[in-house]
Nanobody, 119 residues
């Protein structure tokens, strides 16, 4: 099931910025957004950044100092601010959330949003 939804992908030039946002697709009572992954062509899906319930953040080494993850508690979104972007950041970005209530016990993935960094 698709319980989360990403937005904000697009094409930027190297050095540019993009902001991604992930929200519960239907209700914040079903899922809490936990983090972002990405998958480049020919590569495995990899963690970009995540944030736990008490605010601890984790970043992939490749994005430290360039990407910032944050939570908007009013909108129930998990946002990823990407700056100083590089061509190697090109990938499909997926957010994921932890199921709540009857959805507890598993994670749910968004359908992905394309991010392309190109001159």
């Amino acid at each position: 099931q698709v319980l989360v939804a990403e937005s904000g992908g697009g094409t930027v030039q190297p050095g540019g910025s993009l902001r991604l946002s992930c929200r519960p697709a239907r209700s914040e009572t079903e899922v809490t957004i936990m983090g972002w992954y990405r998958q480049a062509p020919g590569k495995e899906r990899e963690l970009v950044a995540d944030m736990d319930s008490i605010g601890n953040k984790k970043y992939a080494e490749a994005v430290k100092g360039r990407f910032t993850i944050s939570r908007d508690y009013h909108k129930s979104t998990l946002d990823l601010e990407m700056s100083n972007m590089k061509p190697e950041d090109t990938a499909v970005y997926y957010c994921y959330g932890r199921g709540l209530r009857r959805f507890r016990g598993r994670d749910y993935w968004g359908q992905g949003t394309q991010v392309t960094v190109s001159s």
